[in-house]
């Protein structure tokens, strides 16, 4: 229940510690950290999502 809120709240800290070096004017680690945790946590709500239907369609075949 609070994995989530507490994975958030450290991704920011790590953003806000890595914000200020900057690459050719692009803060590069703060991107790369934010664009990491944004792909873990989609990727968990679509396996989810998939599995909900999966189940969903097998109890209306009459499957389970």
Request: charged share 20%.
């Amino acid at each position: 229940m609070l994995e989530q809120p507490i994975k958030q709240i450290f991704k920011g800290m790590a953003i806000l510690m890595f914000r200020k070096k900057h690459v050719q004017g692009m803060p590069v680690i703060s991107m790369a950290i934010g664009a990491g945790a944004n792909y873990q946590l989609t990727r968990r709500v679509t396996d989810f999502a998939h599995k909900f239907y999966q189940m969903r369609y097998f109890k209306e075949k009459g499957a389970l």
